[in-house]
């Protein structure tokens, strides 16, 4: 566990905290993460932030996030059959199914990983 620091205001201590402004949320993920634990998680929002652990946790939620990301990718264009062959031969239809495939896969992350 990480030491805190504390700062001392008229005779109290408070934690010294980093804001939220100064957190690495550079991803989509991480920025929909920060966002659903303001909205629906302030305590473990400020137990994170409290520890200096948030960066820590953002960077390994989208390390995973986006290597389910990738994975989920894949197994649709297999699914779905998108292909570098359609690619060639329709490159609109492609980019449509590219597309839905993006939609699909960032809504299952939202709701599986994202939202809970």
Not at 63 to 80: G, I, P, S
Request: proline share 1%; aromatic share 12%; glycine share 2%.
């Amino acid at each position: 566990m990480k030491d805190i620091n504390y700062s001392e205001v008229n005779d109290c201590l408070f934690p010294n905290l980093k804001g939220l402004e100064e957190v690495k949320a550079n991803s989509y993920f991480a920025r929909m993460k920060i966002k659903y634990l303001k909205e629906n998680e302030q305590g473990h929002l400020f137990s994170l932030m409290a520890k200096n652990e948030l960066s820590t946790y953002l960077e390994q939620v989208d390390k995973e996030v986006n290597e389910m990301y990738d994975r989920l990718v894949e197994e649709y264009k297999t699914k779905w059959n998108v292909t570098e062959e359609l690619k060639a031969h329709n490159q609109m239809e492609w980019v449509q199914q590219m597309n839905n495939i993006d939609n699909v896969v960032k809504e299952i992350i939202l709701k599986e990983y994202i939202y809970n």
